[in-house]
């Protein structure tokens, strides 16, 4: 009895402590169990501070492009618009064309843009600008700073996108650099019928990136439309365009009208010349089944352009002379034709006549038309060749053939310049 | 230098031309990237000189793949945006080829010990843009809803935005996850989780049924459901290509839209469009 009595008791201290040590082991497993709970909240405390970190890093977006490239021109000292004249005894050149960093924070309904260009030449601001999204309909954008003109097509579709290699000479005259300083109201309606229509309108200084220099302020406007047809594969794009100011005539300087091959007119009293251009641009894109994508794409402009005597190109800064004006008209042509994923061959036509009231030989004849270079008008051959070598590399080989008109009054005018430009691009853009 | 420049025109068209053959890459929708990956399968094992490249990533990243010129097939859960064409155009003059490949009933998913079995869109909605935060706000137990959901490059995520959420943003306290596999397995081990994506992937835990409205009749997203339309969140899935589709690409997406590429649809899970 004493035995089953020990056994019993002994049996039950062990059990005891049995039980005792599970108790100890059950409350450790709790214990550890608490604390990878507790190290899982941290760790998801964490992942959702990092998120946040990342979400809003993931609005800093950052592009660029570079293009770097060959050119040969006829002769030495070529005038050109293909990049710029070329330097006195110079007829070939290397030369970073465009060096661009754009940097952008996205925060969906509000945009920071800044736009800078770094070459050889230097360093230059080309955007720098702050776009607003009103957030009930999200149909109505403000812009302001320094950005784009809204006229046209050619001046907002971009260099690293545009198979030619420069903008139509037309574009380049009329509007040098692209961009103005102001604020513009765009207009995209989300949905129905009215979403394949948009408008931008706005008012700006009228000199490009440069400071304002008077009081005016010139209206710039497009009412575009973008009609898909997306079961055919084919889009018909295009718009019209207005710009609406006025250039300041310098104290003691006149405003010279040459529209006449025999008299330009002067008037002193006029203090501010008419810069007005109306334009229309359609753009037609179709996929041709086993070759591949064409665009066709045109523009027209026309209007009256305040310039120098020598000169039809848009201020920059303000008069310190004369102003010349002018009625001018321009248009180019341009066909694209996608071949497989990796090739575009293309062929544009543009022409820009400063001056349409006289032409030929009617420029220098008389003196008292006060006629010039800067009534010369000029067409451009362009051909050229793409080759996308991936997402990010594309090799350009382009051929303009500039014809000017020749008048024999007019000395190195005489005859067709010799002012074909080859150019060999290379382009890389993230 | 016309010379000079005809020259080089010569050399690099050749250059151009000549370029070695490749194969059909598909990229785009996880969504879709396992019934891409049975498509690209079965048509390899009977077209043996064919070779089919299938990765995911989601439809933006296939979307802008196609852009780029980095893959011959783009797989997107939802329909390409007017400025995805508007690239696209820009690029290749041309707006894409738009190819409707299969159907999906777009899936909510719960866990299986959650006491709710239907949710109306209006609930939905309101769990996902984190006005409704407590499974008790929608007749379920009190405890605080985990949301999960996709990352944005996914078109499951913006479906689901557009057609679910009306455009509005979602909560910020949805985990996004990268894939449609990583949201089920997440909805399977939280019992207090939601999540959505197709129907294909939805093994270990069970569909919401859903309503139209509060008055509505629940419906759950099976092949009878989604083909009537009685369910309300089912969409299309999608193959773009640059443009119209020649060759072997094409004989490829004509093999997808057979009988025969149509049946694998359903063998995955989802819904044939023929």
């Given amino acids: 009895m004493k035995k089953l009595f020990l056994f019993l008791l002994i049996f039950t201290l062990i059990t005891l402590k049995t039980f005792a040590q599970q108790d100890t082991t059950v409350a450790k497993v709790a214990e550890k169990l608490e604390e990878v709970k507790d190290a899982l909240e941290g760790l998801n405390e964490s992942y959702l501070e990092t998120k946040g970190i990342v979400d809003a890093l993931k609005k800093i977006k950052i592009s660029g492009y570079i293009q770097a490239q060959y050119q040969s021109a006829d002769i030495d000292g070529a005038a050109s618009f293909a990049g710029g004249n070329f330097s006195a005894g110079m007829h070939q050149r290397f030369g970073v064309r465009r060096g661009r960093v754009k940097f952008n924070y996205d925060n969906d309904l509000t945009q920071y843009v800044l736009q800078i260009d770094v070459t050889e030449k230097g360093f230059a601001t080309k955007d720098a600008y702050v776009q607003f999204r009103e957030p009930w309909m999200k149909t109505f954008d403000l812009w302001a700073g320094v950005f784009n003109r809204p006229f046209g097509f050619e001046i907002e579709y971009s260099s690293s996108s545009r198979e030619s290699p420069e903008r139509s000479r037309l574009f380049q005259s009329l509007f040098p650099g692209e961009r103005d300083l102001g604020f513009k109201l765009e207009v995209r309606p989300q949905d129905g019928p009215l979403s394949l229509f948009n408008l931008k309108a706005g008012v700006f200084a009228g000199n490009g990136v440069n400071a304002e220099t008077d009081n005016n302020k010139d209206f710039i406007g497009r009412l575009g439309f973008s009609f898909p047809f997306t079961e055919e594969n084919l889009a018909i794009d295009g718009g019209i365009s207005a710009y609406v100011g006025n250039v300041s005539v310098p104290a003691g300087k006149s405003l010279v009208t040459v529209n006449s091959p025999t008299l330009a007119t002067s008037d002193l009293t006029v203090r501010d010349a008419e810069r007005s251009y109306i334009g229309g641009d359609l753009q037609l894109y179709y996929d041709l089944p086993v070759l591949g994508g064409f665009s066709l794409r045109g523009e027209y402009i026309s209007g009256k352009q305040p310039g120098t005597s020598s000169g039809n190109g848009s201020y920059t800064a303000a008069p310190a002379g004369d102003v010349y004006l002018r009625n001018f008209t321009g248009y180019y042509l341009m066909y694209v034709q996608n071949v497989g994923d990796f090739n575009q061959f293309l062929l544009k036509y543009d022409s820009y006549d400063p001056n349409t009231d006289v032409a030929g030989d009617q420029i220098g004849q008389v003196a008292a038309a006060k006629l010039g270079v800067g009534d010369i008008k000029y067409t451009t051959l362009g051909l050229g060749w793409i080759y996308h070598w991936d997402s990010n590399i594309k090799f350009v080989f382009y051929y303009d053939m500039v014809s000017n008109e020749t008048s024999k009054n007019l000395a190195g005018f005489t005859e067709n310049l010799k002012d074909n430009v080859f150019t060999f691009r290379i382009q890389y853009k993230f | ?274």
């Avoid at chain 2, 079965?42 to 070779?51: D, L, N």
């Avoid at chain 2, 996902?128 to 929608?138: L, R, S």
């Fill in chain 2, 1 to 274: 230098m016309k010379k000079l420049f005809l020259i080089m025109i010569t050399a690099m068209i050749a250059f151009g031309f000549f370029m070695p053959g490749k194969v059909i890459t598909v990229k785009g929708s996880d969504t879709m990237v396992i019934l891409a990956q049975r498509w690209a399968e079965k048509y390899m094992a009977e077209h043996p000189g064919i070779t089919v490249q299938v990765t995911g990533g989601g439809s933006g990243t296939g979307i802008a793949a196609l852009i780029n010129g980095t893959t011959d097939i783009c797989n997107s859960s939802r329909p390409m945006k007017p400025s995805e064409r508007e690239k696209l155009k820009i690029r290749y003059a041309s707006l894409g080829v738009e190819i409707k490949s299969a159907k999906d009933g777009l899936s909510v998913y719960l866990n299986d010990a959650n006491t709710i079995h239907e949710l109306s869109i209006e609930q939905i909605k309101n769990i996902y843009t984190g006005k409704t935060t407590n499974w008790k706000d929608v007749g379920g137990k009190d405890s605080k809803i985990i949301v999960y959901g996709r990352e944005n490059s996914s078109g499951t995520y913006v479906y689901f935005k557009d057609n679910v959420l009306g455009g509005e943003d979602y909560t910020s306290s949805m985990q996004s996850l990268p894939g449609t596999a990583a949201v089920v397995n997440a909805v399977a081990k939280d019992k207090n989780a939601i999540g959505f994506g197709g129907a294909a992937y939805a093994k270990g835990i069970k569909f919401a049924g859903v309503k139209k409205d509060a008055n509505s009749k629940a419906y759950l997203p099976t092949a009878e459901n989604v083909k009537s339309g009685d369910y309300p969140i089912s969409r299309f899935l999608y193959m773009y290509t640059k443009s119209r589709p020649t060759g072997e690409l094409k004989d490829y997406i004509d093999w997808i839209l057979s009988a025969e590429g149509q049946a694998v649809v359903t063998q995955v899970g989802y819904f044939p469009v023929k």
